[in-house]
């Protein structure tokens, strides 16, 4: 009998736990109370989980066998418990050196970048480059190249001077290395690992980050000079409203609205590549020095105290970031501004080539036929050709403006 009563006893001790958690839903009987492999999948998944059984798991200093009390090799508090403390905040911990990072012991928004770096960024990316893509290649089957429509007269107009093409190419050759070493930093483990195995890939992938991080600085003095060069063909003017109007006369031949230097849509490349190619270039810094240019918690304070962020459906940012967070947001904008402005190169690129008979002269030698200037940049022709006197008849160039 006694034996009866206490196996019945044991027996209920040992139930108690277990009920508790069927009440919460999860059998963590089999870990000892830790976390189970459904709590991390949840997680992952970014559900929301009841985490009380480990936040409230941080050791007992209160009691005999308290965490400053000597028990074993761990003391009173085991490892777990320490590191549950830090992550929950109840920890008391002090450094005096190594700067703010070296406060952080850990961070949990790594999970959160991880899932959106691979996710829906990587996604997004892809099918934006893609879509774009085919979009130009349709357009292709569809307009064909646009062609000159009148007779060339062969006699040309210097359309950029070498300092302009200089700066053109300076900063479109390094931007499309940078944006091939970038799509090798996101997508090689994924990609190309499975294709060419992992010592290729290591090779590729240093080689890519030597370039990315050296490459950069071309890039922002290409941005730079285009910037002083050409900032004042590019200020909106009446002309370009009507140019917008009747689309650029791109869709059909034989319309040919008047423009300046630039048209309206060169101009929304221009400061695309300005807006879009500066905010890639100071979070590029801030990757490539960390830590020392955290930019998003006053970035979010401005768009807080303006109202910007709760227009834009974001309500209230966090103004309190780690250090580490703020590399991780860097990182983000880094690649959606840099795929938003890949999108619209890809589409300059098609225009500036194949799409349109005798642009790709004008970036090229930097001249253009008379014929094609007076077709797309009337105002600018007649402009040059006032200052320079009539056009000249021998062939020989216009000098550019
Ligand atoms: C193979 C690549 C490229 C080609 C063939 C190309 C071609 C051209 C051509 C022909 C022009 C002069 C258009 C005209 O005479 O009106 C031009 C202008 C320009 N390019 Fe490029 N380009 C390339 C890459 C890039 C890249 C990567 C960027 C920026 C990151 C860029 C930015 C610009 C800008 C801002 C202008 C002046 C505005 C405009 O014409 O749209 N280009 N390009």
């Known amino acids: ?130 879509g774009t893509l085919v979009f130009l290649l349709l357009f292709y089957m569809m307009r064909g190249k646009i062609r000159i429509d009148g007779e060339k007269t062969g006699r040309t107009v210097t359309r950029f001077k070498a300092i302009e093409r200089f700066g053109h190419w ?19 483990r994924k990609v190309l690992i499975p294709a060419f195995g992992h010592e290729a890939f290591s090779t590729l992938a240093i080689a890519s980050k030597w370039i990315h991080n050296n490459v950069s600085w071309a890039f922002m003095l290409g941005l730079a000079m285009v910037f002083v060069m050409w900032v004042i063909h590019n200020l909106p003017s009446r002309t370009d409203l009507k140019w917008l109007a009747q689309g650029g006369g791109i869709l059909s031949d034989g319309k040919h609205p008047p423009a300046k230097k630039f048209n309206a849509g060169q101009k929304m490349i221009f400061w695309s590549v300005i807006l879009f190619g500066t905010s890639i270039s100071l979070t590029g810094l801030s990757l490539l020095f960390p830590f020392e240019m955290p930019m998003f918690a006053k970035t979010f304070a401005i ?31 880094h690649a959606i501004m840099a795929f938003v402005l890949m999108a619209i190169i890809l589409a300059h690129i098609y225009i500036g080539s194949v799409g349109m008979e005798g642009a790709y002269d004008a970036m090229g030698n930097g001249e253009v036929d008379e014929q094609w200037a007076r077709e797309h940049h009337s105002l600018w022709l007649e402009e040059v050709q006032n200052r320079e006197g009539a056009a000249p008849a021998d062939g020989k160039a216009t000098p550019a403006e």
């Open 1 to 130: 009998m006694p034996r009866l009563l206490l196996s019945l006893l044991l027996s209920l001790m040992l139930c108690l736990p277990v009920s508790a958690q069927e009440m919460s839903g999860a059998d963590r009987a089999a870990t000892g109370g830790a976390q189970t492999l459904e709590d991390i999948l949840a997680r992952q998944r970014g559900e929301k989980i009841d985490d009380s059984f480990r936040r409230e798991a941080t050791g007992n200093a209160d009691s005999a066998a308290g965490i400053a009390a000597q028990l074993g090799t761990l003391g009173g508090a085991s490892d777990p418990e320490l590191w549950r403390a830090l992550r929950y905040g109840t920890a008391d911990i002090t450094v005096s050196s190594g700067g703010d990072a070296a406060r952080v012991l850990m961070q949990d928004g790594g999970m959160k970048w991880l899932a959106f770096r691979d996710g829906p960024l990587s996604v997004k990316g892809a099918g934006l480059l893609g």
């Open 170 to 188: 300076l900063m479109a050759g390094s931007f499309i290395l940078l944006g091939l070493t970038g799509l090798v930093s996101l997508f090689g």
């Open 303 to 333: 768009l807080n105290d303006t109202g910007l962020a709760g227009l834009a459906g974001y309500g209230e940012l966090p103004t309190q970031l780690a250090p580490h967070e703020e590399m991780q947001y860097a990182q983000l904008w």
